[in-house]
């Protein structure tokens, strides 16, 4: 059961155009959105967050958009550059069943390509 | 600041065979966590650490897999023995304390099994 999914396996768009990134998630518990970006050969770095409060996050050219009754969230970049090309991760942050731990689940990511 | 440390970066192995994976955290983050990313998933939690104690082994395959963290600092991930499907990224992340949300993650090793 995938609690968090990236249905776009790959996404490709030209240099000073908008990505858009898109997750969905099932779990209604999940009050914290994390995307992690990970070259290849590296491990995933963080990029931004935003909490359930929120519905939206901005950090310079990235931008992170919740929408919690879709239980949806997307991460815009603007302008897009050839260095962003890489797998993008989303993750949620949750207590599990048991109220034991609190952790990330992360979808299976997508891979940006943005061409010059 | 020096980053999570993971040696080695690549290994293979034939079926069976037994492997282990180092990781050193970042100077004075408490929690530590070993992640295992198959080719086309996201990470997975295998195990978690604050300071020497597990918190979360829910998802480590305990009749293989073992995983210490003997005085709190940098930690080991034992396969033995090793099967197929564990051909996979081995990652390591550290985190200031648990339940801090933003994670640092170490470059993973690449687990081949033959």
């Known amino acids: 059961d995938q609690q968090v999914k990236q249905n776009s396996p790959s996404l490709s768009v030209q240099e000073g155009r908008i990505s858009i990134l898109n997750c969905d998630y099932t779990n209604s518990m999940f009050d914290y959105f994390l995307w992690y970006k990970k070259y290849p050969a590296e491990g995933p770095t963080f990029l931004i967050s935003?909490?359930?409060?929120?519905d939206k996050n901005e950090d310079g050219r990235f931008t992170v958009f919740l929408n919690k009754s879709a239980k949806h969230l997307s991460l815009h970049i603007v302008p897009s550059q050839p260095g962003d090309s890489a797998v993008y991760f989303c993750a949620a942050s949750a207590w599990d069943s048991g109220g034991s731990n609190y952790k990330l689940t992360f979808g299976k990511g997508t891979l940006l390509t943005v061409n010059p | 600041e020096a980053g999570v440390a993971q040696s080695p970066r690549y290994k293979i192995i034939e079926k069976r065979q037994s492997v282990a994976f180092w990781c050193n955290p970042i100077?004075?983050?408490?929690?530590l966590y070993w992640y295992q990313q198959i080719l086309g998933q996201g990470p997975k939690l295998l195990i978690q650490f604050q300071n020497n104690g597990v918190v979360d082994d829910s998802q480590l395959p305990k009749d293989r897999f073992s995983a210490e963290r003997l005085k709190g600092v940098d930690s080991t991930l034992k396969i033995q023995p090793a099967k197929l499907e564990d051909s996979a990224v081995y990652l390591c992340?550290?985190?200031?304390?648990?339940?801090?949300?933003?994670?640092?993650f170490g470059p993973g090793t690449r687990l081949t099994v033959t």
């Open positions: 935003i909490s359930s409060i929120k």
């Open positions: 100077s004075g983050h408490a929690t």
């Open positions: 992340a550290s985190s200031q304390a648990w339940g801090a949300d933003e994670q640092y």
